[in-house]
């Protein structure tokens, strides 16, 4: 089975829970495991809250959201048309945070590389930033 979504919202905190939710409503086809839908929704939030926070800091832009299943791959690009990422390298690192005096972590691209198969992470200053994520959901009609 192949399906495809298109998302388009504004990067306003409210929009997180949406985007997280519609994804996990966007597998259900593929009868996940509670913690792979755990898994998909914490991935999904991670990705989205950076675009809303660190994609238009000063500003509300627009995210987009792509989602492909293929066969029981599931394919999902996160992106936003904002400031970038300055130093890539260094925003891949655990802990780091451009936006520490909001308490942030650092920690939401390890949190999505923990939850997620594969993630890719483009980012071109003032352009915005695109990440790339992927996880096989496994099919087992047992469930």
């Given at each position: 089975m192949t399906n495809k979504i298109r998302l388009y919202f504004s990067s306003i905190s409210e929009?997180?829970?949406f985007a997280r939710n519609a994804l996990a409503s966007f597998i259900l086809p593929l009868n996940p495991t509670l913690s792979e839908v755990n898994d998909?929704?914490?991935?999904v939030s991670?990705?989205?809250?950076?675009?809303?926070v660190h994609g238009y800091p000063d500003s509300v832009g627009e995210v987009e959201i792509i989602a492909?299943?293929?066969g029981n791959d599931l394919h999902i690009e996160i992106s936003d048309y904002g400031v970038g990422i300055d130093d890539l390298e260094k925003?891949?690192?655990p802990f780091y945070s451009t936006r520490v005096e909001s308490e942030r972590s650092g920690m939401g691209f390890t949190i999505m590389k923990t939850f997620m198969d594969d993630v890719t992470v483009i980012s071109k200053l003032n352009s915005g930033t695109k990440v790339k994520m992927s996880k096989k959901i496994n099919l087992n009609s047992a469930r």
């Open positions: 929009n997180e829970a998909v929704k914490t991935a991670e990705a989205v809250t950076n675009a809303i492909e299943i293929d925003a891949l690192e």
